[in-house]
């Protein structure tokens, strides 16, 4: 398949800026995979399509407030860095822009000296390579300076950061939230649990590669990028028991999603491990976990449109984001949901 095949027109009023005042009232697409019917709920009407027995994987990985402004020590020059992968104890792979500021060597201080930080290779990409230097711990220091490194398409301002996190979240690495779990409160999965349905955990530390466009016009020639993931124990037993009793694996985002299926397919089944993955998945791709599927609406041309064609089907894929957009949805980040089972 082509990438202009995932293509759709989206007016741009319906990219959502900010989230809504309350988590699990955004609008839920109920998407039948195997009928391609669409029905119009709101998320917390998720405990009626979810049964005793079900199980859903949700993305425990924390958002860093990865983006910093420093200032360039012997020129004064404002210049903003993103981290992207920690490479060893303070030292990242960052963007940083402008990039011709920041050349080997370079120097920068962050909130008048709490941090410093010297540019110590330029790689191939344009990316760096920064030694960070504080007196407190990093991620403290990282805390008071940092801002959420919201996508380039929302424009407003975050109000309460908190709100580009999950309420489960707590493994500090992300660049970017695992966005289907931002619906979710602890009195709506308290409710789920009250019901039968079991929850379990990965983790998997969203890159901004998320948010990189397929460039190619063959789908297939497209390079994935890599992101850490961890599979713990539990996780792997609930999913083993659910499945011998007859219940379901549904992923929250993804990002789940994205874990469960590299596992699978590195090592026949789920066990727990952890590892890197660079798993794209796209039509034709027959599932090895997944059951159902909850994710937000997702950017035209996108990877991630892409994974979602693989499970619903492309028709019904297509069609369902033809009916959000007639219907007007929310989308992408702090958007509306989707459920596919």
């Not at 124990?233 to 993804?254: F, H, M, P, Y």
Request: with cysteine; aromatic share 10%; proline share 4%.
């Amino acid at each position: 398949m082509k990438t202009s095949d995932y293509f759709y027109d989206l007016p741009q009023e319906l990219i959502a800026q900010t989230p809504l005042k309350q988590r699990d009232s955004s609008r839920l697409m109920y998407l039948d995979r195997k009928t391609g019917q669409v029905t119009h709920k709101h998320f917390y009407d998720i405990t009626e399509l979810l049964n005793e027995g079900d199980c859903l994987i949700l993305n425990d990985s924390r958002v860093l407030p990865a983006r910093l402004y420093g200032t360039k020590d012997d020129t004064g020059a404002r210049v903003e860095f993103l981290l992207l992968t920690q490479k060893a104890q303070n030292v990242w792979e960052c963007l940083a822009k402008p990039g011709k500021k920041a050349k080997v060597g370079a120097h920068f201080t962050f909130g008048d000296g709490i941090m410093t930080a010297e540019v110590i290779e330029v790689l191939d990409d344009g990316n760096r390579i920064v030694e960070f230097s504080c007196e407190d711990n990093f991620f403290a220091s990282l805390d008071k300076l940092g801002e959420m490194p919201l996508p380039p398409y929302i424009t407003e301002k975050l109000e309460d950061r908190e709100r580009y996190q999950t309420v489960y979240s707590r493994e500090l690495g992300s660049a970017a939230a695992p966005t289907a779990g931002l619906h979710f409160t602890d009195e709506l999965l308290q409710k789920l649990q009250s019901k039968g349905v079991k929850i379990g955990y990965v983790t998997l530390h969203v890159g901004l590669g998320t948010f990189r466009p397929v460039k190619v016009d063959d789908v297939t020639q497209h390079k994935m990028h890599s992101e850490h993931y961890e599979v713990p124990q539990a996780t792997a037993d609930l999913i083993k028991a659910t499945k011998e009793k007859g219940g379901r694996v549904i992923s929250v985002g993804t990002t789940s999603c994205r874990t469960l299926e590299s596992v699978a397919k590195e090592y026949g089944e789920i066990r727990a491990c952890d590892g890197w993955t660079d798993i794209f998945i796209y039509p034709p791709y027959e599932f090895k976990v997944l059951d159902g599927l909850i994710t937000n609406f997702h950017l035209p041309e996108s990877t991630l449109i892409m994974l979602v064609s693989a499970f619903a089907g492309y028709d019904n894929t297509m069609n369902a984001y033809k009916v959000a957009v007639d219907e007007r949805y929310r989308f992408f980040s702090f958007g509306d949901a989707m459920i596919i089972i």
